[in-house]
């Protein structure tokens, strides 16, 4: 978790665990390419409350929950169920030459209406 939330962008990645004695993540207030703070600016002694954070959220349970609605479920399978039947129209990418071509080279994966 704790290499998901690097600062993007501005401030430089430092690996958490390092074997060279240089300083780790938490012991950085500066980043070592552009020079800028990492923490936003506060008057609040003691307390630092970084610039930007990365969330991570495991997108196993996200699917789980988003098959689990009735709803969302018949949206997940529409590129199986709902083809546009008109030739030369496309109105999703699943109409599309590409995908097409996908789901002939990988049949068994296309087989499967929920595959994300």
């Avoid at 307390?47 to 990365?54: E, G």
């Avoid at 008109?86 to 994966?109: I, L, N």
């Amino acid at each position: 978790m704790s290499d998901m939330t690097a600062l993007l962008n501005d401030l430089s990645y430092i690996p958490p665990n390092n074997e060279h004695n240089e300083p780790t993540q938490g012991d950085i207030d500066f980043c070592l390419v552009c020079n800028t703070s990492r923490w936003k600016d506060n008057n609040t002694p003691g307390k630092k409350v970084p610039k930007k954070v990365l969330r991570y959220f495991p997108i196993i349970p996200r699917l789980q929950r988003l098959y689990k609605s009735s709803h969302t479920t018949k949206e997940m399978i529409w590129h199986a169920t709902g083809k546009c039947t008109e030739p030369g129209k496309m109105q999703h990418p699943v109409d599309g030459r590409a995908w097409k071509k996908f789901d002939t080279k990988y049949s068994d994966f296309a087989k499967e209406p929920r595959n994300v």
